[in-house]
Structures are given as structure tokens and as C-alpha cells.
């Protein structure tokens, strides 16, 4: 059964500082790999995937990095704001696309 | 578009009663799921279907059922409510079976007394 997690469970960082947010997984035969980000009381919104044959994507000042073999992701986020502060989740879809197995999620705090 | 829509946003029920927290996409996505956001648990899949008539079992499953009969419903029935499905419910869906991002409901905040 694939488990999922993230760590540290939250964050408090000064805006502008650079900031790496650490997944990982047990099961490295995964489809894909996504990263979402949810505020208090709402959705959650996509902000990148990975397809499995990928090593990275880019959106902005978000970077998402995949190593299958040591059954990590890590999502890096540059030049941090207070609307960066949130909760990150990542999730892993298993090998026949079907589920998502989700991490417990990162807290992010970006203190002006 | 008005995206994934839940209704209702809040409710309340008492231990045995029955309901269906409603799902609905507008952007004609094949794959729909829902998931339970439980604190210290993140989100658990409940149950998905990847096109109408086809409906599948998550990891949590116990207590609800799904059906879709058409491509943009994707209902999710409590038979009879327990405390223990106190909980976030949320809806996704995607194009194609989760090639694409997910796009989540606003949610629904169960309550069982």
C-alpha cells in the first residue's frame, strides 16, 4: 500500500526567503505525482503535475522535482510571499492512473 | 464555467439518518472521485468512476455508495450516518483518468451528532 509523506508537517519563514517543501513515497511505481495547495476552509487547487517519465515542472516561482528511484519530490518555491501562506499537499497516483494517495501536507506561513 | 460544485456547503446529522452530498463538473471530465479530509489524515480516496456507468472503490469505501449515470452527476450516498464520517468531503474531477490535474470542489463539512 503506498503511503505518502510530507515533511515538516509546517513551515514559518520571512517573505523572501527561498523554501523547499520535502514529499515522499513508499511505492516508486507511481503514474504521476502532484502537488496541490489549499487554503483555510477551501478546495484544493493544482499547481503542478509530474508524469511519472518527468523529472521536473515549472509555474512561476514554483519548481517541482521527481526522483522515482529514492521515492522523493520536493517542491521549491522562490522569493516568498504572505499569499504563498498555505497548505501544500502532494499526492501519488498509483501505476493504473486510477487513485491518488495523499500526504498529510505542509503548513506555510510567509510572515511579512 | 462554474467547475466542480458541492452542495450542500454545511450540514448536520444525527446518527442513522441518510443523505447524498451532491457532486456536479461542467467541463465534461471522464474521471470523478471523492475523497475525506480528516485532520491528521489528509485526504482518502472514498470512491471514484472513470466514465458514466463505471464506479469504483477507494480506500475508505465503508458506509457510502456512488453511482453515475451521467457524466456530469457524481452523487455520494451516507446509508446510515455513524460519528465517524464526521469529516471534509470533497469531489474532483479530470480529464481522462487523472492524466490531468484535478480540479476540486469547495467542499462539504459533515457533521454526525
Known amino acids: 500500500k503506498q503511503e505518502v509523506t510530507q515533511i515538516p508537517a509546517a513551515l514559518s519563514v520571512p517573505e523572501g526567503e527561498n523554501l523547499v517543501l520535502n514529499c515522499s513515497f513508499t511505492?516508486?511505481?507511481?503514474?504521476?505525482l502532484q502537488w496541490f495547495r489549499q487554503d483555510p476552509g477551501k478546495g484544493l487547487t493544482s499547481l503542478l503535475l509530474i508524469q511519472s517519465s518527468q523529472r521536473e515542472q515549472t509555474s512561476g516561482r514554483l519548481n517541482a522535482s521527481l526522483d522515482k528511484s529514492s521515492g522523493r519530490s520536493t517542491l521549491y518555491i522562490a522569493a516568498s510571499q504572505p499569499g504563498d501562506s498555505a497548505t501544500y499537499l502532494c499526492?501519488?497516483?498509483?501505476?493504473?492512473?486510477?487513485?491518488?494517495?495523499f500526504g498529510g501536507g505542509t503548513r506555510l506561513m510567509v510572515k511579512p | 464555467n462554474a467547475g466542480v460544485t458541492q452542495t450542500p456547503k454545511f450540514q448536520v446529522l444525527k446518527t442513522g439518518q441518510s443523505m447524498t452530498l451532491q457532486c456536479a463538473q461542467d467541463?465534461?471530465?471522464?474521471?470523478m472521485s471523492w475523497y475525506r479530509q480528516d485532520p491528521g489524515m489528509g485526504l482518502r480516496l472514498i470512491h471514484y468512476s472513470v466514465g458514466a456507468g463505471i464506479t469504483d472503490q477507494g480506500e475508505v469505501p465503508n458506509g457510502y455508495n456512488v453511482s453515475r449515470s451521467t457524466t456530469e452527476d457524481f452523487p455520494l450516498r451516507l446509508l446510515s450516518a455513524a460519528p465517524s464520517q464526521t469529516s471534509v468531503y470533497f469531489c474532483?474531477?479530470?480529464?481522462?483518468?487523472?492524466?490531468?490535474?484535478?480540479?476540486f470542489g469547495p467542499g462539504t463539512r459533515l457533521t454526525v451528532t
Open positions: 499526492a501519488a497516483g498509483d501505476n493504473a492512473g486510477n487513485m491518488l494517495t
Open positions: 511505492d516508486s511505481a507511481i503514474y504521476n
Open positions: 467541463m465534461n471530465h471522464e474521471y
Open positions: 474532483a474531477s479530470s480529464m481522462g483518468v487523472m492524466r490531468n490535474e484535478q480540479y
